[in-house]
């Protein structure tokens, strides 16, 4: 267990070093960050001396070594614009965008897994057929789209023909608390209306994935023996249902929201700028239009790290929910 | 003289595979709901020179004054009823729409057409030639479809810059895996299959096997996985044009009006978003209906 | 002594687009407390669907059709409601399938689908729930029971999986026990202790038992009482003696012989020809017709089944007396 763990993380190291070196060559090749920063007006001695204080003279190759030099003691350089350490800003918006995911995650379950077995138990009611009419929609209109109608319904719309409808916040993050060194916005009550659109949002596409695989999976499993057995033994309907169906649709389940996890933080991107939300994906965006590299280098190293780590916690989860995965491993 | 009530009728002749996915196609509303809406978004983008009211892309033609002008009011010199309404730079939007409908369409469709050719060739090689070929492709296929495809986009296109054919470039590059990983997945069923052997001891060369015999039976599966992706990819390549990155302005697809009425949301003309964003969810949706039920039907199962 | 299950006229027909599969039509016996009767017939008899019809766990689109009655110490179950099913079901009536290994949540421990048995039907503590699985446990003659207790079912043998589904069964004292084809999974030897314990089981405590089965060969050193299932009706059904030694309906006889024992060694092992007929056409007359070797003209209207000999029941118009 423990080899194979040290054998993913080594893939990962790989992973990042490969593609920090494309990304690296690639913004190297186009674009002059230089131009982005000084006045037009500049003259060229200023605009070299920009440049020798940015290290941007030097041959390509040495930037890179210099970059993985400081790269392996954390140090991914300062951000052309912000003049921070771009690890740092990556750091200080990360909390914003996990917080966006994971309310996102907690809807799309809350939401998408009653929906879906309940389509799974009813497959012919006209509930369930709406239900997965709206998760076709769901999955296929695009994130920002649905991110512009909400804001559109529950920010200008409704509350200007109903006045008593509460106006929701269009942009922008809600009053933060410091927890562990990290400021969350989810222990607010103004958090929670900054964050309700967004994570709704970030939510559809997920939550209509996890109806369809929970409609699946619940067909797959209502005719299996040991549900006919739970009826023979006298059973109610809500425990079979409760627990001997739903312990088996976990597993997928958790599977794929896990795998997901990573599109979601992904997709965050775009929530991110349709709501003004201060995350890294915001940052990112403004980074490549402004051809910031360290910034977008870091994004990337942080992103892929992430992933690979999202991937084993997935496969230990897996084999938590699983017990004939755990114990077969136990004895291999 | 025979009397023809007499004469025994004749059995119905059998349906061809083909009348009979038309045939159960057709009994979802739904899918033909979804059918009618691709249908209009078709004709709009097919036709949309000849059907617009006026060319947004004229800036002769465009009178500032009429700028941000609410849906059904009439233009300053009275010739031309704004339907939808006008945009910042006063273009009428219904114009606006159908053009950009074009594109989208354009970009999405030739952007899958062409990944879907790569992928093909892909996997029926991988599938095909075996051993370490396959492996080696397969390593390929996998780690890009591991990365998410707006992410691979978006560094992609910040590296190429703006324009529709890099726009297409990173989208073919983002979609070929999929197209690969299933061909293959087909082209590996067909393989072990009896007519690939027979094939063989006629001793017919590898590629006309793999073209004329192999291809054909995994065109159902692609097909259904082609229909979702055009969608998948009208919706990426809106997305990246909404954030900046994807077509220029001088050839504004769906996408990029909405971006360009983002702006305008908050202050009241919410239809320089808005009605952009109803077309290309009738596109997207018409699609994706359709495409779903076309899955079910085109399933192997239910052909054999 | 009024008899523990009677069934009268029992229909079960399934409604698919296809037509109407007729998988039970019309069948009526009764079981006695503590006897032991054999449901023997091919795939596609109606022997499964007869069981799981006692149970009311026919599901859509098979229904039991009216004129059905199936009596359990005399009350009505075609006509209970759910929830009086659901608690006869696992209490009264208990039901062991056939491969254990299906029967069994896979992902849940044993302990905890023993628990929510006993818990379903009375209102004990889980503490209390524990013991009484753990000592069902050991009357099906599971040793170490605690270890098995917190075990998931993969871990155990087939043998060991269909102790604990039995012991599942035993746990409320049914009146009732329904067996279908509970060895058929199982090889030999464990077979033979599996039908033994069951013996022991019905004869300590008073339970009735019916024994589903195509295996002629189980029952016969196991039931009280022999029915023979053909095409969805019973076509032969008497004492076990009877029905072995002078079977009176040319399916029964066939069965019989094509049994191979000592007898038989060294000849051809007897074959009844053709296949059973599809569900969906059943042949106008006796069901049996086309296969049977003795058919004659007015085998073209079905007989009834008749009580040929004292406690000797056959469906067929040339039984010799």
């Known amino acids: 267990m423990l080899v194979y763990i040290i054998r993913r993380l080594m893939q990962a190291v790989l992973v990042m070093v490969v593609m920090s070196a494309l990304v690296f060559a690639g913004i190297y090749l186009i674009g002059d960050p230089v131009a982005m920063m000084i006045s037009p007006d500049a003259s060229d001695v200023e605009r070299d001396a920009v440049r020798a204080a940015l290290g941007l003279d030097q041959p390509m190759w040495r930037q890179y070594l210099v970059f993985v030099n400081a790269a392996v003691h954390g140090d991914f350089g300062k951000s052309f614009l912000a003049g921070q350490p771009a690890m740092g800003l990556i750091f200080e918006r990360l909390p914003a965008t996990l917080e966006l995911a994971f309310a996102s995650l907690v809807i799309s379950l809350a939401l998408g897994l009653p929906m879906g077995v309940y389509a799974g138990l009813r497959p012919k009611s006209i509930g369930a057929k709406t239900i997965m009419t709206g998760s076709i929609l769901g999955f296929s209109l695009p994130n920002f789209w649905v991110g512009l109608m909400l804001i559109m319904t529950f920010a200008v719309l409704l509350p200007d023909l109903l006045p008593w409808w ?94 997901e996890f990573g599109q979601t933080v992904a997709f965050a991107v775009v929530t991110e700028t349709v709501f003004s939300w201060p995350g890294v994906g915001k940052l990112l965006i403004d980074s490549i239009l402004l051809l910031d590299r360290p910034v977008v280098v870091a994004y990337l190293v942080v992103i892929v790290f992430f992933f690979v780590a999202l991937n084993l916690a997935v496969d230990l989860l897996y084999s938590v929910l699983d017990p004939r995965v755990r114990l077969e491993s136990r004895a291999s | 003289m025979t009397d023809a009530a007499l004469e025994p009728a004749l059995p119905p002749p059998p349906q061809t595979p083909f009348r009979r996915v038309i045939s159960d196609f057709c009994e979802s509303k739904l899918a033909l709901f979804g059918l009618f809406l691709v249908a209009i978004a078709l004709f709009i983008a097919l036709f949309a020179p000849l059907i617009s009211p006026q060319n947004p892309f004229d800036i002769a033609g465009l009178d500032l004054l009429d700028a941000k002008s609410p849906p059904g009011s009439v ?230 | ?107 849940l421990r044993v302990d905890t689908q023993m628990i929510e048995t006993v818990q379903a039907h009375l209102e004990v503590s889980r503490a209390d729930a524990l013991a009484r699985s753990r000592a069902a446990l050991v009357q099906v003659g599971i040793a170490s029971p605690d270890e098995r207790l917190r075990a998931y079912p993969h871990q155990f043998s087939g043998g060991m999986r269909q102790r604990v589904a039995i012991a599942i069964a035993l746990l409320h004292r049914p009146k009732l026990i329904v067996a279908d084809e509970p060895t058929t999974a199982l090889d030999v030897t464990i077979q033979g202790q599996i039908l033994f314990e069951a013996q022991r089981l019905c004869r300590e405590s008073g339970t009735a038992m019916i024994w589903v089965t195509h295996d002629l060969a189980v029952v016969a050193g196991l039931a009280d009482r022999i029915a023979v299932m053909y095409a969805g009706r019973i076509v032969e059904m008497g004492r076990t003696a009877d029905v072995i030694e002078r079977p009176m309906h040319p399916y029964t006889k066939g069965l019989i012989g094509s049994v191979p024992s000592q007898n038989t060694r060294g000849h051809r092992l007897a074959q009844i020809p053709g296949m059973t007929p599809s569900l969906l056409k059943l042949p106008a007359g006796c069901t049996f017709k086309a296969r049977c070797p003795i058919a004659i003209g007015t085998c073209a209207t079905m007989p009834a089944l008749e009580e040929h000999r004292p406690g000797h029941w056959a469906r067929c118009w040339r039984v010799a007396t």
């Open chain 1, 166 to 259: 509460p106006r929701l916040p269009a942009s922008g993050r809600g009053a933060t608390v410091d927890l562990l060194g990290l400021k969350l916005s989810l222990f607010t009550a103004d958090g929670w209306r900054h964050l309700l659109l967004p994570a709704i949002t970030l939510s559809l596409y997920k939550g209509a994935l996890i109806v369809r695989l929970a409609r699946a999976t619940a067909r797959e499993v209502l005719p299996m023996d040991y549900v006919k057995f739970a009826r023979a033994k006298g059973l109610s309907e809500s425990r079979i249902v409760g627990v001997h169906v739903l312990k088996n649709i976990m597993i997928p389940i958790a599977t794929v929201s896990g795998l």
């Open chain 2, 75 to 304: 233009s300053g010199d009275g010739k031309m009823t704004y339907w939808l309404g006008t945009d910042g730079q006063a273009r009428d939007m219904m114009s606006a729409i159908f053009y950009g409908m074009r594109i989208s369409l354009f970009v999405g469709f030739t952007s899958v057409v062409a990944a879907l050719i790569i992928g093909i060739v892909v996997g029926l090689v991988a599938a095909y030639a075996g051993g370490r070929i396959d492996a080696l492709l397969m390593r390929i296929v996998d780690i890009m479809l591991s990365f998410p495809a707006i992410l691979v986009a978006l560094i992609l296109l910040s590296l190429l810059g703006k324009g529709i054919d890099k726009v297409l470039v990173a989208l073919i590059l983002v979609q070929w895996a999929y197209f690969g990983r299933a061909a293959r997945s087909a082209a590996l069923v067909e393989r072990n299959k009896e007519y690939v052997e027979a094939a063989a001891c006629l001793a017919l060369p590898a590629y006309r096997i793999v073209f004329r015999h192999i291809l054909p039976n995994c065109l159902p599966s692609l097909i259904v996985i082609a229909t979702i992706t055009l969608a998948r990819a009208i919706a990426l390549e809106a997305t990246l044009s909404f954030l900046g990155v994807g077509v220029p302005v001088t050839q504004p697809s769906l996408g990029m009006l909405i971006s360009n009425g983002f702006e305008f949301l908050m202050s009241g003309s919410y239809w320089i978003s808005f009605f952009p964003g109803i077309a290309l969810a009738i596109a997207i949706v018409g699609i994706n209906l359709a495409g779903d039920h076309l899955r079910d039907v085109l399933n192997p199962r239910n052909l054999r």
């Open chain 3, 1 to 107: 002594m009024r008899a523990t299950l009677s069934v009268k006229n029992l229909r079960t027909h399934f409604f698919t687009k296809e037509g109407v599969a007729k998988a039970v039509d019309g069948v009526d016996f009764d079981v006695a407390p503590g006897e032991i009767l054999g449901l023997v017939g091919e795939s596609g008899s109606g022997k499964t669907v007869t069981g799981f019809s006692i149970l009311g766990l026919i599901d859509p689109p098979g229904r039991i059709v009216e004129g059905s009655s199936i009596r359990l110490n005399g009350e009505e179950l075609t006509t209970a409601k759910a929830e009086r099913l659901r608690s006869i079901r696992g209490a009264e009536i208990a039901m062991i399938f056939q491969d254990p290994m299906m029967t069994l949540n896979p992902v």
